[in-house]
């Protein structure tokens, strides 16, 4: 369980409080609270029930997410859904932290080991997009991540700080993942690749840059020849293409947000 179901719940969350006006209990099916570190300073998501009540429940838990059907020992089965995009309520610490990577593109490479690559693309081709494009890239992670050469190194200790690392960068390159979620939460675009393990219309966001050659979602739990041959299918190319389409849509936006709207949105994600 990564933190991108987490994120989920968090987006389920939101849109109950916006509905109801009431804080928010995130549990699994029999009652039992759940809690992450991306809820952390959320005002509306509770870590164990109120004791006069007045909240509401979502339910959210390994095993129990809204986009799976079913499961079994070699296939996820998938459902139709539509993520909301969560909210992020950052320290000034952690907001501190990732100042120094204000502007830069964040690439992620690398996702986490469920025993398949089959959401992965190729490293030779992440090395192949910073070599020939010409942008300042940053990639976040661990000490002793997997880094990818001519790229800023920005080791964090948590998901949390990547997290407040891509609120301030002009765009996200990764594949299919919790920083997919990420960039949705904090607003800023994503070029998402996907392999035919699961497609966007289920977990996506409209509003990233999503490039998928497969026609079908596959959901293997082991690897998977059909959801390699998808990923071979995504050119350097087309991802620099898309790249450099978004971080020019993104400049059209910015430049016609006054000064008043920016400082609103800033004031509105960060926990004083």
Not at 6 to 33: F, N, Q, S, Y
Request: with cysteine; glycine share 8%; proline share 7%.
């Amino acid at each position: 369980m990564g933190f991108g179901d987490w994120m989920l719940a968090a987006g389920e969350a939101r849109a109950a409080h916006e509905k109801t006006g009431r804080p928010v209990l995130i549990t699994d099916p029999v009652g039992k609270p759940q809690w992450s570190e991306v809820f952390e300073g959320n005002p509306y998501i509770l870590r164990k029930p109120l004791p006069a009540g007045g909240f509401v429940r979502v339910i959210s838990s390994s095993g129990n997410r809204p986009y799976i059907a079913a499961k079994s020992a070699g296939r996820w089965t998938w459902k139709p859904y539509t993520p909301i995009p969560a909210e992020m309520f950052f320290t000034d610490a952690e907001l501190n932290f990732a100042e120094c990577c204000r502007g830069k593109i964040m690439i992620e490479p690398n996702g986490k080991a469920p025993g398949h690559k089959n959401k992965l693309w190729f490293r030779d081709r992440w090395q192949e997009l910073v070599r020939k494009t010409p942008h300042h890239f940053v990639q976040c992670g661990p000490s002793g991540s997997d880094w990818l050469d001519g790229v800023s190194r920005m080791p964090t200790t948590t998901f949390r700080q990547a997290l407040a690392v891509l609120s301030v960068c002009r765009a996200l390159v990764t594949t299919e993942g919790g920083l997919m979620h990420g960039a949705a939460a904090v607003g800023t675009p994503a070029v998402v690749l996907w392999s035919e393990f699961i497609d966007p219309s289920i977990t996506g966001y409209k509003q990233h840059r999503n490039i998928r050659h497969a026609h079908r979602t596959c959901g293997m739990r082991i690897p998977c020849p059909s959801c390699r041959k998808s990923m071979e299918a995504i050119t350097v190319q087309e991802v620099a293409d898309a790249l450099a389409e978004i971080i020019g849509d993104q400049a059209c936006v910015n430049n016609n947000a006054s000064a008043a709207d920016l400082a609103a949105r800033a004031s509105a994600s960060v926990l004083k």
